[in-house]
C-alpha cells in the first residue's frame, strides 16, 4: 500500500491504521516522491491525496497511468464537488472518498480494489490437485470429468482456487459472492460449500476442500500459482 499525503498529521494516521489491520504502508509526501514509488513498487493500492507539494493528485494519477502504472488509486480528497469527482475518475482513478471520513469504509474500499486487482493479475486456468478450472471459459473438470457448478458454486471454487493452500475467512468469502451487507454467520455459506463439496470432491481422492473451524475455508492439494493474499 502506498500513501500519497501532504499532510504529515493525517499520514500518521493512515499510517497507524493501516497496521492495525496488518497492513504496513509506504509514505509519500510529495507529487514527485508519490510518482517515484509509484513507478518503482508493486503496490496493492495507492492512496492518492489531490493537494500536493509539486503538482495535483489529479495530474500524478493521468502521469502514472501514461506511463502504465495499473496500481489501482483511491483518490483522497476534501474536494468533494462532483465535477472534482469526475475530474479525479476521467484522470483515471479506480475510487473517490472525501474527507473527513469513517475510516472503516476507508479499509472496506481498498480491500475491494485489492481484491479485484489480486483477481486481474492471477492466471486464468487455475489447479489443484486433478481439479482444472479455466476462468474465461468457465469450465471445471476434476480428473478430466466435466462438473457443471452453479454461478455461485464457480465464484466460490474460484476464491479457493485462487487463494490456494490459504485459508479464506468466512467475511472475505460472503463479500465476494454476495456483498459486504450479508451475514457471514448465516448458514446459506454452509449450504453452498456442501454443494460444492458434493460436487469436486464426492467420488474423488483426495478431498481437496477443508473447513477451518471458527475459521474459513481452505482448498489444497498440488496447486498452480493462485495469486495474491487477501489484504
Known sequence: MLIVEDDPELAGLLRDGLREHRIDPTV????????????????????????????????????????????????????????????????????YLTKPFAFRELVARLQALARRRALAVTPAILRVADLEMDVGARVVRRAGRPIALTAKEFALLELLLRHSGQVVDRGAITAHIWDDNHDPFANVLEVLVRRLRSKIDDGFEPKLIVTVRGAGYRIEGTAGKAGRALP
Open 28 to 95: 509519500a509526501t510529495t507529487f514527485a516522491a508519490g510518482q517515484a514509488r509509484a513507478q518503482a513498487g508493486d503496490y496493492d493500492v495507492i492512496i492518492l491525496d489531490v493537494r500536493l507539494p509539486g503538482g495535483t493528485g489529479f495530474d500524478l494519477c493521468a502521469q502514472l497511468r501514461r506511463n502504465a502504472v495499473d496500481t489501482p488509486v483511491l483518490m483522497l480528497t476534501a474536494l468533494d464537488a462532483v465535477d472534482d469527482r469526475v475530474r479525479g475518475l476521467t484522470a483515471g482513478a479506480d475510487d
